[in-house]
């Protein structure tokens, strides 16, 4: 019963929040057209559900997000290590990664267009290209961190360098690397939606412009809200699968 | 001392750049011979560049003045010939008690029974048995360090090399580990060069005892140890093992001094 | 002598390959002009708009909307997130609010602030700070949650009152969370300045970038990459330098 209570307390602030949403436009505070009451927010949600139109556009958007985060944690991973374990690698790449580091992904948003089109395959670019250097500026600094003895211990009981960096380095750089991909996973959403917003025929951005043009309104808002969620909602699972990962730091 | 030399140093001088600063020469000239199953002791001050002879032998640090032969053969990289034991303990901690020591098993091509045969072996031998599920992270330090002696043992290296393997440990635990150690030494002699800082831990595990100076390392004076089979800690009671505390730590103590003085 | 000719040759080295083979590709017409403009065309490209004043001013506009965002959300974060440390229903009120939002893609808002503000420059702003206001106050909160009890005690035992204790205590303990909070903050600042800025149409490098794709400019799309790397590069280096700066007492080595 308190934990009820203790939760009801807890989330209170959201409700607030929400019946404040609902009762500035109703009482005139605000114009209903600026901010629809948040009850048909929900109601105009619910039938995007039914229309179907709200999950056509969100699997489209969670396509492109999960093939561009694939190849930017196999590339970033694989990249990172080689260069945290092979010296001339680094020296090659260090300077361009660290240059390069520091860019506003978003800028790449007009010549992923013009090169890729409006479909899939300019959204996919733009989150490989945007969550690959974190992804391996993660791993690099994770590998590098290796507590050296454990490394000379793996290679003392006879593995090879290769079996050390998959068998132990990259493991041991677990912790930093996941920290790395939970700061992709957050920024992947940025740009799918960034560049949804800008060009494309369909996914979740898209559907949020197209409602807004069309005054839509509160289907944008709930849409809007939805995506929020969505992010959220990633992460959390995010950290649950990290806590599951690294159980072992009891 | 029994049988040839197993291990042989021959003018061995390590130096090294630091980010900012003057080449330092960390070793210089060092020659010493470990024989066979003989347990030497290597003991110096903190800095003196004792840890750093034992990576180069381990062939962590690659040696570029001097030789050191294994056998008869050059140092060459880590190998499996070689088991160490870090202060740090250098468990992998997402691994298990057992899976921690299979690890250098599973290299072996054993059949996946003999191998868990064997692992077996080896947790009850360091006395962790109901632990083998453990992660490191659930263990005390005590019982970490037997996980990583039981790893570096499972292999069945010819030399033990063992880093301050009990500096990271409370006095009562060091003592019972102590015990352990040299019950391992009675069951399966091996070559074995055992670094520290600590005097008396010398005197009472060690068949010889390098003294090593205070930069550059060099070694001062190389002191056996007739004290007989240890049996227990009583030896520690005698005059014996009271004069050679005394003697080695007149030869340390200005090398101590001198670090000090050196580090400020 | 050969070290004085080959570090910087190792330090550029990748990046010069990079040119070459940008240079290589266009020059041989591997690909088209269109895709891939030649590297001579996109620095002239940058020349003339710098020396025609289009390219300050576009920069001008960048840097100022996102700085604007960035200083108000550090303001309000700050303030914020001591608040949420030290007085309970501040933080009873705002800890749901700001652990949901955190996590979230904020740019998704955008199309609100648009509605609300139209495509202007405080729409910019706004989203900007929006961005920023999450991890700044995290920052705070956390950094003014870890001080220690015994430091505000000693201070208030040599007479520290409430209002000197927050400007000579609390900002300088919690600094080194704060500057890690905005140097956190600070890329997505830009990423979202950017966006907003296509999305308003505005005269900043962004605007500019997406203007020029409209118009299947392609030196131009190229020259604000260029230009918006540099100014990227330019604001990160000036945070590690004023981190520096900050926390010369703080003992911390610098990583890359």
Redesign the interface.
């Known amino acids: 019963m308190r934990n009820i209570a203790g939760g009801v307390?807890?989330?209170l602030?959201?409700l607030?929040?929400a019946a404040a949403w609902e009762a500035a436009p109703r009482l005139g505070l605000v114009s209903p057209s600026?901010l629809p009451p948040f009850s048909r927010a929900l109601a105009a949600f619910w039938q995007l559900a039914r229309d179907g139109d709200l999950f056509l556009n969100a699997a489209q958007s969670l396509w492109r997000l999960a093939a561009g985060l694939a190849l930017a944690v196999v590339g970033g991973i694989g990249l990172g290590a080689l260069m945290a374990w092979y010296r001339p690698v680094d020296?090659?790449?260090?300077?361009?990664v660290?240059?390069?580091?520091?860019?506003?992904?978003?800028?790449?948003?007009?010549?992923l267009?013009?090169?890729f089109g409006l479909g899939d395959a300019s959204k996919i670019a733009l989150i490989f290209l945007g969550c690959l250097l974190p992804v391996l500026m993660s791993t690099y600094?994770g590998v590098r961190g290796v507590?050296?003895?454990?490394i000379?211990?793996?290679?003392?009981?006879?593995?090879s360098p290769l079996a050390v960096l998959f068998?132990?380095a990259l493991?041991?750089a677990?912790p930093d690397i996941l920290a790395g991909l939970r700061t992709a996973l957050?920024?992947s959403?940025?740009?799918?939606?960034?560049s949804e917003?800008?060009m494309a025929k369909d996914g979740l951005?898209y559907l949020?412009?197209f409602l807004?043009d069309g005054g839509a309104?509160p289907a944008?808002?709930a849409t809007?809200l939805a995506?929020?969620?969505l992010?959220?909602a990633?992460?959390?699972a995010f950290l649950l699968l990290t806590r599951r990962m690294l159980a072992?730091?009891? | 001392m029994s049988g040839a030399a197993q291990i042989v140093f021959e003018g061995v001088g390590h130096s090294y750049v630091p980010p900012r600063g003057r080449r330092v020469q960390a070793l210089l000239d060092i020659s010493l011979q470990i024989a066979h199953g003989e347990f030497m002791a290597l003991l110096g001050p903190s800095g003196c560049g004792k840890s750093t002879l034992l990576y180069l032998l381990g062939g962590f640090v690659r040696l570029t003045q001097g030789a050191i032969l294994v056998d008869g053969r050059p140092v060459s990289g880590p190998g499996p010939d070689r088991g160490v034991v870090f202060q740090s303990f250098a468990l992998f901690p997402w691994k298990t008690v057992r899976q921690n020591i299979r690890y250098g098993l599973e290299r072996l091509g054993l059949p996946r029974a003999e191998q868990e045969e064997r692992a077996q072996h080896f947790i009850d031998m360091v006395h962790l048995t109901g632990f083998e599920n453990s992660y490191p992270s659930q263990l005390s330090g005590g019982m970490r360090q037997r996980v990583a002696i039981a790893r570096t043992l499972a292999v069945r290296p010819a030399i033990l090399l063992m880093d301050e393997p009990f500096g990271a440990l409370d006095a009562q635990t060091r003592e019972i580990m102590h015990e352990e150690l040299l019950a391992i030494m009675r069951a399966q002699r091996m070559t074995t060069l055992f670094v520290t800082h600590d005097v008396r831990e010398a005197v009472y595990l060690a068949d010889r005892v390098a003294v090593m100076s205070a930069r550059p390392g060099r070694i001062k004076e190389v002191v056996p140890i007739a004290l007989g089979e240890r049996t227990g800690p009583e030896v520690m009671k005698s005059p014996a093992f009271a004069d050679y505390v005394e003697q080695l730590w007149n030869l340390v103590k200005t090398e101590a001094a001198q670090a000090v003085a050196g580090s400020r | 002598m050969a070290r004085l000719i080959l570090n910087p040759l190792r330090e550029t080295g990748s990046i010069l390959a990079v040119v070459l083979a940008w240079y290589w590709a266009s020059a041989t017409h591997l690909v088209t002009d269109f895709l891939l403009p030649t590297p001579l065309s996109v620095i002239q490209r940058i020349g003339a708009d710098a020396m025609s004043g289009d390219l300050p001013a576009a920069l001008e506009r960048t840097i100022g909307a996102a700085l604007a965002g960035f200083a108000i959300a550090g303001v309000v974060g700050t303030a914020l997130g001591i608040a949420m440390a030290r007085v309970r229903a501040v933080r009873w009120f705002f800890d749901p609010l700001i652990s949901i939002g955190f996590p979230m893609p904020k740019i998704a808002f955008l199309p609100i602030f648009l509605l609300w503000l139209g495509p202007t420059i405080a729409a910019e702003i706004t989203i900007v700070a929006f961005t920023v206001l999450f991890p700044v106050a995290t920052a705070a909160e956390a950094g003014a949650e870890g001080i220690e009890t015994v430091m505000l005690w000693s201070a208030r035992s040599l007479g520290a009152r409430e209002g000197q204790m927050l400007w000579q205590i609390v900002l300088p303990a919690i600094t080194p969370q704060l500057l890690t909070g905005l140097q956190i903050a600070l890329p997505i600042a830009l990423i979202t300045a950017i966006v907003a800025e296509m999305l308003t149409g505005s005269d900043g490098v962004g605007g500019a970038m997406l203007a020029a794709m409209r118009f299947a400019d392609s030196p131009g799309v190229f020259a604000g990459i260029i230009e918006i790397a540099v100014l990227g590069y330019g604001l990160v280096k000036m945070m590690e330098w004023l981190r520096a700066a900050l926390l010369r007492w703080h003992s911390e080595t610098a990583a890359w």
């Open positions: 307390l807890r989330w602030p959201l607030l929040l600026l020296i090659v790449a260090a300077p361009l660290r240059s390069l580091y520091p860019m506003p992904k978003s800028a790449l948003i007009p010549v267009l013009l090169w600094n507590e050296i003895t454990l000379w211990s793996a290679r003392s009981l006879g593995r068998g132990i493991p041991a677990m957050a920024l959403f940025v740009l799918l939606v960034s917003f800008l951005g949020i412009s807004g309104y944008m808002f809007v995506v929020a969620l992010g959220f990633a992460d959390r072992w730091r009891g």
